[in-house]
């Protein structure tokens, strides 16, 4: 079969667009993509910024589309769905966390970063598994962003397993903070967004956000010590992580869904003393909590804030993206 696709075939190359021969699998569902997103993070998976990217290089992450071909061993679709695929495209399907559906912890899973083809290709071939469908109600751009960062946000938040009305710290209002204090708020959580940038402070508050904390000021801590249930890190940049586990409550919880690039340094003794504080990640997220948020979306009417722009503008979104500093995501559409 044929398709087309924006390909890297090395970190330094620029984005070639050419056609390509694909050969889906009799488990794969062929979508033909309408939307993909793409993300500061996208981009560093495409210049290979982490050291861990597989070349030919198809990006991105997030990606909706229409069902073009039901492989004849794929179930429980039809040509004509609207469905959506994020970072993980394959798997092995038969470890202990594929029989659970978790595939994202899967060792041999195929994923954007490694072998799989996202949405830069005019057609994706992916285990049907790994495909949800898009809830009738709810528009292609929003499902679009939900796919991966909003999954991973989501998934993050739940793995803290907190009540109603906990109060929550967003750290870093780009694209991913801006996504996460909306998802929180639909989760009736309390929001308070942590910036160094007071520009900021209407743009969260408009979002939905309860509180504004500026931390450019290193005092910034001193009246919140023993305050939040749990931070959420959305910035890639270093922080200094004893201040933040300080203004986390008894049993509160880090997580990291922005990597900063540089190792990050704390005192153990932080997460014990008079605490029993933790520090986790979230990656990507399982086929049930995309298909909870996906509904959460649609029933609770979230709508963030994004820029569509046609993929063939490719190349300069990814200069806009890299130098932009907004709290809106951006998504292509072919
Ligand atoms: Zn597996």
Redesign the pocket.
Known sequence: MKSKAYIKNTADSSIEYKEVDIYPKDTDVVIKTTHVGLSKGDIFILDNKWNTTCYPAVGTCESVGIVEEVGREAQGFSVGDRVGVGYILG?????????KGL?Q?????INTELGGWGGLAEKMCVNYRLVVKIPNGLDQTTATILMCYGLTAYSGIKKAQLEKGSTVGVIGFGGLGSLTTKILKAMEMNATVLSHSSEKENIAKESGADDFVLTRDKTWSNSLKNSFDLLINCAPADLDLSVYLDSLKPEGKFCYLGFPFNKQQFSAAQLADYGSRSIYGSYAGSIQEINELLQLTLEKKIVFDTIVSPITHLSKMIDFVKSDESHKRVVLKW
Do not use: H
């Open positions: 798997s092995c399907m038969e470890c202990e966390y594929c029989l595939y912890y899967c060792v041999k899973q």
